[in-house]
């Protein structure tokens, strides 16, 4: 891996003290003035001092999202930690890093996603959904081209991930409606959940570049401000 | 045949001579009767391992990687992977077959027993030998034998590291290094570099196998049988943890590595190679000192919320090392047990050790040895191949260290362990060779509590043990939680209205009474004996070293006390009567044996 995520970092810094506007460099694409105008945005923000890779967030949010009907009654399902919208990578030297939609003022996701827009919805087959704030999917009209998954990989995150059967985006985090069961459930307060913020050190980043960070901030003794 | 549930009734078969893979059926009555992890596992080796004597290093020895009926479930601690195999590393006092030895079990936590369950199996049987290095590769119902010629040599750090480039955050490993490689008899199997299954030999025999690793995929979970009771119960497991702020706070401020200090001013440490119960310079290796020189991260098993494995930085004269700081076992055993109380050096030879893959607990007790016999003259230098190996040496250590794994000189003989150490330099130093029918003790000495640990010890189906514990209630206790893919840390939190009867009864379907399910940990701990038995260990092997009738602590906690043969005579006999056991023999009587469904092995 490289340093030049540290770069990114600054960049965003000088960013946010500079105002808004669009600025385009490469993979760092911003659009301001572009916020919804009904409401806060808010995503899950990860600390990363607190989580210790336990993977409880993967299962809670998996069971939520994945009920299962017993005698007529719907209820959580098992938690299958792979069907979790939130996704926690482990590496070597020890780091975890959950990764979760960011829910990026500029959705670089919807902006990629080549399906007209329905004209009285607005929405293409991934929006932005009006009342949660939070990124939504239409499977009924998404043709499976993949360029959300490619937008997110390239820019952002990178969690949205095509499903390999059904060859729908998956992944995206849909808050819970309100109540995210990540956040709740997390046996070390390592997630929040709130106001998405742009300027924050590890907003947006990929698993891999938090990773990096994390390496040079635990294990060379280098001091690195946290998001 | 009635439906299972909860478990699947499939073991994977892997043959590592034909190369043929193969579902196995697991009956539901072995699911029942023995759950999954060490009670499963042993159920499975009986059955296969049909006559005492067999070379453990026989192709036909299985190697049986088995998670439990909560594996894969995000029941909070249930992260534990049980390895079952014919122990490396045990010999009786009189060999009645060339390669007696006892059943070996060693338990890992991490995430690789879940994602054995993901992928569809209740466990993994490897049997036969391959004629160069592979590794296995299951991807659910895909499972591929694999060359790892170009793995073979790697440490466990590096080779966790190329794994996690190669297949990413979707696979979980297990695996050995260079001790595995070398068969050397005390060889352990890693995961996520760091957690290890340690004891009894089991990386040996996967060396013996050529087998460099295990690398599972799965995206199953298979169904309950009453999920509404289940999600119930799993919520009042979260609450229980939740409400106990200071009891799982214990474990993620320091984990085991609290009872460096605290064993140590109980008298109860293994220091000098057990010569002593207490270590003068402990404040140099306990909690605070790793907190403040070494801990950097807390890290969790799957699902598991006391995050105990502290991941550690340390710095100074052997350079930037990162692995899981000292905890314990290991920083008693080639700590305090060595005098070595420069910690940086101590996280040095963790590192070193975890890295070739060998049992950090035998490393420390057969080092201690060697330090020993050296002090009193029984051997010298050119018989350590010229390293000067003295109490607090973390240098010397480490050459030995290496030797050890390389089988080289006097290496070769020290990879054989205390016992086999003992009987070559002769001259008395058998008694303080500490081990329990060849297994080396861990890091609990003995003379404080002598009662308790002399049966703790003397006890273990696997030889000495640490994790057996004292009265035969507990000892069941402890066979059924480790079949369960549990952890033994959490275990008091599943009481009452979470206890674990209630989880087997929602996940499988089978209700039983109290009584009905405790006799499934003595059904196990009573196979095992018995396997042991047809081996020829008998009451003569349920004996304790020397040192512990002659040499009293002389300072500490604890100083001066002793207890006798006789001591040790009565406490044994109570034991065994307890048992429902034979007191000359130690047999289980015939009439136990049917009592707990057993008949076939009488």
């Known amino acids: 891996m490289t340093h030049k995520e540290t770069s990114r970092r600054d960049f965003l810094k000088k960013l946010a003290i500079g105002g808004g506007g669009v600025v385009i460099l490469g993979k760092y694409h911003f659009l301001f003035g572009n916020e919804p105008k009904n409401g806060i945005l808010k995503a899950i923000v990860v600390d990363f001092d607190k989580c210790t890779g336990c993977r409880t967030c993967e299962t809670v949010c998996s069971a939520f999202h994945h009920p299962i009907e017993i005698n007529g009654e719907l209820l959580n399902g098992l938690g299958n930690p792979k069907l979790g919208n939130i996704q926690v990578y482990h590496y070597n030297p020890d780091v975890d890093i959950p990764s979760v939609c960011a829910n990026c003022p500029d959705t670089p996701c919807v902006n990629a996603c080549p399906v007209i827009p329905d004209p009285l919805t607005g929405h293409k087959a991934i929006y932005r959904d009006e009342v949660t704030q939070a990124i939504r999917t239409n499977h009924s009209v998404c043709i499976s081209c993949g360029s959300c998954s490619r937008a997110c990989e390239n820019e952002r995150t990178g969690i949205i991930k095509m499903n390999p059967v059904t060859q729908h985006p998956e992944h995206i985090c849909d808050h819970c409606g309100g109540d995210p069961q990540c956040v709740k459930h997390c046996p070390y307060g390592a997630l929040s959940f709130r106001e998405v913020d742009i300027n924050k050190t590890y907003f947006g980043l990929s698993p891999e570049e938090i990773a990096e960070e994390l390496f040079e901030r635990y294990y060379s003794g280098e001091e690195v401000i946290n998001g | 045949m009635d439906k299972i549930y909860g478990q699947y009734g499939i073991l994977l078969d892997i043959n590592l001579t034909t190369k043929e893979i193969k579902k196995t059926k697991i009956s539901k009555n072995d699911l029942k009767n023995y759950l999954g992890g060490r009670g499963l596992g042993m159920k499975i080796l009986w059955d296969r391992i049909k006559e005492p004597g067999l070379d453990p290093f026989s192709p036909d020895n299985p190697l049986l990687f088995m998670p439990g009926p909560f594996s894969g479930l995000p029941i909070p601690s249930s992260s534990r992977t049980t390895i079952v195999t014919k122990s490396t590393r045990t010999s009786p006092v009189t060999d009645k077959f060339e390669h007696s030895s006892t059943i070996s079990y060693a338990n890992m936590g991490g995430f690789f027993g879940p994602e054995v369950k993901f992928a569809g199996y209740d466990g993994i049987a490897v049997t036969g030998k391959s004629s160069s290095p592979v590794y296995i590769l299951i991807e659910d119902d895909k499972v591929e034998i694999k060359s790892a010629r170009s793995y073979w040599g790697m440490g466990t750090d590096n080779f966790d590291k190329v794994l996690i480039e190669k297949y990413g955050k979707e696979y979980q490993s297990c695996y050995i290094g260079q001790g595995g490689e070398n068969v050397v008899p005390y060889a352990s199997i890693i995961n996520t570099a760091a957690r290890a299954a340690g004891r009894g030999g089991v990386g040996a025999v996967m060396g013996s196998k050529k087998l460099k690793a295990i690398v599972v995929n799965g995206s199953q979970q298979p169904k309950l049988a009453k999920h509404k009771m289940y999600l119930e119960l799993l919520d009042k497991a979260r609450t229980a943890f939740h409400e106990d ?358």
């Open chain 2, 245 to 602: 702020k200071k009891g799982v706070d214990y474990w993620r401020s320091g984990g085991t590595a609290h009872a460096l200090e605290s064993s140590s001013n109980a008298g109860t440490m293994a220091v000098r190679n057990y010569r002593e119960g207490t270590f003068k310079e402990i404040e140099m290796i306990n909690t605070k000192a790793a907190r403040t020189q070494i801990w950097k991260r807390d890290f969790a098993c799957f699902s598991c919320q006391l995050a105990c494995k502290k991941s550690g930085f340390a710095k100074g004269a052997y350079g930037g090392v990162v692995h899981d700081g000292p905890e314990y076992e290991t920083g008693t055993m080639v700590g305090a047990n060595l005098l070595i109380s420069d910690l940086e050096g101590l996280n040095k030879i963790i590192f070193v050790c975890d890295d070739y893959g060998i049992d950090i607990i035998t490393v420390g007790g057969v080092l201690g040895f060697l330090m020993e016999a050296r002090e009193k003259g029984m051997i010298d230098l050119e018989f350590l191949d010229g390293i000067d190996l003295k109490w607090g040496s973390v240098d010397a250590s480490i050459e030995m260290i290496h030797k050890i794994v390389r089988k080289e000189g006097v290496g070769k003989l020290a990879s054989l362990g205390v016992k086999a150490l003992a009987k070559h330099i002769g001259q008395g130093s058998e008694e303080f060779a500490i081990h329990v029918k060849g297994h080396e003790l861990a890091a609990w000495n003995v003379n404080t509590r002598a009662e308790r640990m002399m049966i703790t010890y003397g006890t273990a189906n696997r030889g000495a043990c640490h994790l057996n514990s004292s009265s035969p209630s507990r000892q069941n206790h402890n066979a059924m939680q480790d079949s369960l893919g549990a952890c033994s840390f959490a275990g008091k939190w599943y009481n009452k209205e979470t206890a674990y009867r209630l989880f087997i009864e929602a996940i499988t379907g089978i209700e039983q009474t109290e009584e009905e399910f405790k006799q499934i940990g003595e059904r196990i701990f009573n196979l095992e004996k018995m396997f042991n038995y047809r081996e020829g260990f008998n009451r003569d092997d349920d004996k304790m070293p020397e040192r512990f009738f002659k040499d009293a602590h002389t300072y500490g906690k604890g100083e001066g006390v002793l207890a006798t043969h006789s001591d040790f005579d009565q406490w044994i006999e109570t034991y065994y009567s307890d048992r429902g056991w034979d007191l000359k023999t130690s047999k289980p009587t015939a009439e136990k044996l049917k009592q707990l469904g057993l008949d076939f092995v009488i």
